[in-house]
């Protein structure tokens, strides 16, 4: 079959790969009918995160089941599925404490042998283990372009908002609006913020985050920490969610928060750097981060997103077909793009 | 000054009554502007709840500060103030825990000697103890019928929704459409419920709660544990809000929730009367009951107000003059209305 | 293989039954070497709870891992283990929760057709579905009459304690000091309470929870109302834990709690039953019920017992052989034990 | 009235002050019967903390109210008391839900104008604001070596195991075995934490820690990451506590906790610092900072003192009267002492 491979930094190919099969009786074989590009692969594209040559690259997916193992029970052969960007092994001392994100025996699509050897889903087909925790059935009349969004990109603005400890009424500031950023608003006002300060430099994304309900404030044009005290008494925001992964950001939003709140870190940080421990001392604040438990939140997402309180379909920028998943990359690596659709 | 006071079960006057005085430095007195005829004047207007003769009733209201104490510090004399039906003193073991409902020195307006001997609302004046904690500034812009709702029955009809737990992307259900259970349908669509059962018998009712966001269902022309049933693959709603105060209605709260789930008992309920204790068990059910904590939760449920996402101004089905309370208290007791509002 | 089998109301027996064979990958078989007399299985002895005539009965199990499917990880064959009582399946709506004990798909040991067809462990040997999730491994050093616990009575005590919410510095009353009743007594001092007052009418029960750092209150000699008083300033306890299923302690249980307060209703309802909803109320209170989620807690409770925090091995006052199951039946149902071993 | 007065870095005073007046309907007067030493006091000693030369100092105490407020309730004179190290006010954002320790109002004993010019405590009598929030009945029977550490380092240690989210049978780590983690120690053993692993480099703290339950572990003579490996068959512990306050300690944490666990940071943190968020985020962790909510905790903590389960007297080293208060401090300089306590 026809997948999307990484073979060095910077070039992708779309090649012929071996035919996924059932290994375990808790897999599932899923035909590909949409699955999308992100900021993760992009890593993998710049060669930051490191897999190997020919590795079939891709998370996000919507298809069809067309072999399940026997103990597949909540899925069926002929059901619409979506699924999630990472596996879990569901009995593990993570998985029996609801982490799935963190499951001991965690293996993500795409991500070569670092991350479990699981080919992507930039792919003609896939396989999905432990099919029952991972796949859900796309509910009616719910779009790819929607249902693409539940077991990675808008379960991650979901988990951000879920993890900050938001309570209704409250006021969020998010910082960055890309794909995450800009679920983020979406889920901050879903669940009840009252306000949402949305800060980047980029003008279609403000639009886009003010679309969404948030207050959009320019990063260095506008003025985020005048912006938070005016919408809080001069207290500081109740909870805000860094969707940048940069010390700067970190900054800011340690700046930006109120007294006992929550600075979320759901950008991606790999290495040291300075942090204003003074502030968070002086503020008593909470600072957490990590990738999101996509398999913990899907269900509530489905539920969301199919009830219309979320509804990310505007970031499909572009669909193209998987063939031209060269051109794709290049697109989206000149930041033309907020979510591509590929469809084999 | 005028105040509507209790004469006999079915008798209000409008009648002169002494002015209110400062007593403690954390008193304030509001000229009101609004106040509301609530369910629960009814029960005083029933005689149910038993009050003395003449004594002022009423408690939703909204007005401006015309006097404070010294040690009143948030709120100042010409502000626009909006108050909780109930005081609390800040500082008992229940209030240092933010259980300001049961306070043991909390005083409810307008309920005689048995709540604190604390005169009503349904005046041209009254006296607020501890302002700092019962008052709060009216946001610029908001109409007094959406104010008027935040210290009672918004606060109401949010607090059961809090109290029950209800997550993002829940089912509730809602028995019960009366003023209390139509603000709990607003809360729970704002705070991220994917769907919810309304269940009642007015038409008009029902036909409210859709226009809030949640399929009505008739008490006994539609079938609410097949609805529910519907929407949870079978399961049952995950919280079902109990705002009748009935054991016909506790039954069926029982029967429509899920594994796990919790019944929020809104609704008054003074007796002991049957209750499946045998679901309770099977279903390990939570059931949680009591009044509303409104001064615990009134901060957000005017930031939500105010942010447009409660919005109970539909509610208000009558507007007359404080003079007319006679006549209102009658028309109320007729159930031709939902909420009036009552000007001095 | 030798078990103890159901035959009639008041009559077990030992008998051969057929050897338990793995059937999914995910199973296992333990050698059986104790395995305890439980309150739910007197309600097969009497009747009350109906299984087929010839089921293997007993559900408290410690063994040696003895055969293993090929996905079983996390135990091995040679392993010592002690087991759950209930199995379940790890991926359905409520596994996914953590509620474990209501999973779609759980099977009790030793309840017949009922609850899943699965034989006891009153036997020499048997099979356990779902291995990785059901069993843990001994700690080094404990003994099995400790480990025997942990996967139902123990198991019911921490659980009951855990959903009621008590915090640290807390007053707890336990009325019913049977085994559970006791294992709550033990678990509410392990994580913080500063008074646990015991309620029961059995002198040595009483002597047992007072030997476990409660205060014992006979029933009826004593005076349970004016105990909770006196220990919290007159407010009532701050959780109550009902460990005997009966109305008549539900209601006094709703009596003892304060406002705000917990009513955790471990012991077993199985029908309606009067309950004094006004109190619950004008208290606001919380009542929980439902059976333990012991694959939930286990790993806690083996912490917890391995350090010394939870010991229940003194509730041990009987050890027999398997095949004087007959005599360990009739005694206990004289009440002359509080809890029997079996040892094949 | 004789007081202990700060003068320059490395010298306080017993000198003659004014006696303290009751000023608002809420103060009280305490005359004092012993009062501490703490590490916070040495702050201002080394000058790292600026105060106002002849200000007196002092936060912990214990003593008996000889003047009450009109408005005092909840402690009359007569009363034997303590009280927490700070005031809050009840009313404002963030009493109302229950963040007294970053009250908008709050004043701390002892610390000159910048944290709101209230005098001492190491004096015959202090002035404590807003008494019903701030003060304690001691109860009966405790001894004032007990009692004074309520108001401050028990609360202190309490707060960092309550906030770190700790729960029964969890592993928990303690950095720094001053008498804050000292009190962490004792803690989260009673509130069942299964193993506490205490890290110092002074053999008499590795010493104290083990006997109120720790693994004691050296700093750099034994292997805390092997400890902590070895305690959660590799995971890492559930929570680590830092009660240091340096950026090692802070790796050391984070290097110490297993996935999705919590740091808390209770160790005074003044400046920005090097902090390896790599860790956070592939690890999901939460890092908790800020001073304790000691009004928040103090009920609690006095139950669990009352009740034997938290007993910090043996940190008790010295005893001297006021008099002696310049040896004192240059004692507590040299660490010769771990808690002085000193008699007006």
Redesign the interface.
Known sequence: MRAVTFQAPGEVLVEEVPEPELV??RDAIVQIEATGVCGSDLHIYHGRVQIERGFTIGHEYVGTVIAAGE?V??VQIGDRVLGCFQTA???????????F??CDFSRTFGHGAALGSLPGTQAERALVP?A??VLRKVPNGMSEDIALFAGDVMGTG?HAV?QSGL?????AAVLGLGPVGLCAVQ?AR???A??VIAVDSVPERLAMAESFGAEPVHLSEGDPRAAAREAT?G?GVDVCIDAV?D?RA?ELALRLTR??GTVQ?IG???????????L????????????ANV??HV??????M??G?LDPSSLVTHHMSLDEAPEAYALYDRREALKIVLKP
């Not at 309570?167 to 006021?171: F, K, L």
């Not at 968070?280 to 990738?291: E, F, T």
């Open positions: 375990d009786a103990d029970r909540d092994c569901g009995s593990c001392f993570f998985c029996r404490r609801g982490w994100h963190k432990n029952d925790l979901y879920e309570a209704p009424g409250d006021v889920a879903a669940v009840g009252a306000h008494d207290r992964g010390p970190l007294k006992c870190a991606v940080y790999a290495e040291r750097c300075e942090v204003h421990m003074g968070l001392w002086i503020k008593a604040l909470n600072l957490h981060s990590g990738h398999i913990g269900d509530s997402v489905l539920e969301m199919s009830a309180l």
